[in-house]
């Protein structure tokens, strides 16, 4: 199976700071990773796929990038609405696996 | 627009077997894409149990193969996970999601169910 990691586990951030997540992956997935935004009670939201597209009505303040193993999640200026849990996800081959997750808090 | 609906019970005993459907709305299953299960457990992350094509091919992962079954109904435009021989480790929000294929799928789970909870115990 293709294992996913992501750091940080957790950061803490203000309103307008700008934030990175990073997503790795223990073989290439070429550029085959998701980006998903949950928050509690609701069901996951993709923000952005194949590492770079921007889901249709997902902020541009969202940005994703990187190919190969590594990858980035871009938050450039946090709102009050983006304090949730990130999830990175492979999608190259079965099984499909996520990432641990990445929660986002106010500081 | 497209809407998935998950439904089943909320309570199973182990070892029995746990039966969730999900309700597709907006688009016939008939015409594409692959319908997966995916679940979260208490403070974990986040696991995709299995899919099924529009044409009834099924792909599942190995760590649950051996107790996991997702058919469709195309009569009712639904969808159905289920997993036998439940044990507590089972307990989890079960969501159904869209996707475009299984491997090599530049589109990941663009529509999800709300989740279902499902809680094993006796």
């Known amino acids: 199976d293709i294992q996913m990691t992501q750091s940080p586990s957790s950061l803490s951030a203000s309103v307008g700071d700008r934030v990175t997540i990073t997503c790795r992956a223990s073989q290439s997935i070429r550029t085959y990773l998701n980006w998903y935004q949950h928050k509690p009670g609701e069901a996951p939201n993709l923000l952005i796929c194949a590492a770079s597209s921007l889901q249709a009505g997902v902020p541009s303040r969202f940005s994703g990038s990187g190919s190969g193993t590594d990858f980035t999640l871009t938050i450039s200026s946090l709102q009050p609405e983006d304090f949730a849990t990130y999830y990175c996800q492979q999608s190259y081959t079965t099984p499909r696996t996520f990432g641990p997750g990445t929660k986002v808090d106010i500081k | 627009q497209v809407q998935l609906q998950e439904s089943g019970p909320g309570l199973v005993k182990p070892s029995e077997t746990l039966s969730l459907t999900c309700a597709v709305s907006g688009y016939s299953i008939s015409s594409g894409y692959y319908w997966g299960w995916i679940r979260q457990s208490p403070g974990k992350g986040l696991e995709w149990i299995g899919s099924i094509s529009y044409s009834g091919n099924t792909y599942y992962n190995p760590s649950l193969k051996s107790r996991v079954t997702i058919s469709v109904d195309m009569s009712k435009n639904q969808f159905s996970l289920k997993l036998s021989s439940v044990t507590a480790a089972d307990t989890a929000v079960y969501y159904c999601?869209?996707?475009?294929?299984?491997?090599?799928?530049?589109?990941?789970?663009?529509?999800w169910g709300q989740g279902t909870m499902v809680t094993v115990s006796s």
């Open positions: 999601a869209r996707h475009e294929r299984v491997e090599y799928d530049s589109s990941g789970y663009d529509i």
